[in-house]
């Protein structure tokens, strides 16, 4: 079955940085695209980037130039590096696989921003 692992959270500074991993099994990873989403306490799930198979990167406007997805197909891995963190992107964080039909949630990390 679908199975995504998502670490790497934890508290950090303004202005830090950390990288997030999602480690994923049960699938053909390499064939679908991967997305990251986070929500904050009190606020809709968001979406924050997405890679495609073919390594095409998508990101919201609040967290270009900033974050930066990547996917290792041989690791069957997804990553966000997140640099320049602030204090607004404090949530939890997921991955999520769409295979066409369902979707799958890893159970989350937790990003804290704060001084």
């Known amino acids: 079955q679908v199975q995504l692992v998502e670490s790497g959270g934890g508290l950090v500074q303004p202005g830090g940085s950390l990288r997030l991993s999602c480690a994923a099994s049960?699938?053909?990873?390499?064939?679908?695209?991967m997305s990251w989403y986070r929500q904050a306490p009190g606020k809709q799930r968001e979406l924050v980037a997405s890679a495609t198979s073919g390594g095409t990167t998508n990101y919201i406007d609040s967290v270009k130039g900033r974050f930066t997805i990547s996917r290792d197909n041989a690791k069957k891995t997804v990553y966000l590096q997140m640099n320049s963190l602030k204090p607004e992107d404090t949530a939890v964080y997921y991955c999520?696989?769409?295979?066409?039909?369902?979707?799958?949630w890893g159970q989350g990390t937790q990003v804290t921003v704060s001084s």
């Open positions: 999520l696989l769409n295979d066409g039909r369902d979707n799958y």
């Open positions: 049960g699938f053909t990873f390499s064939t679908y695209s």
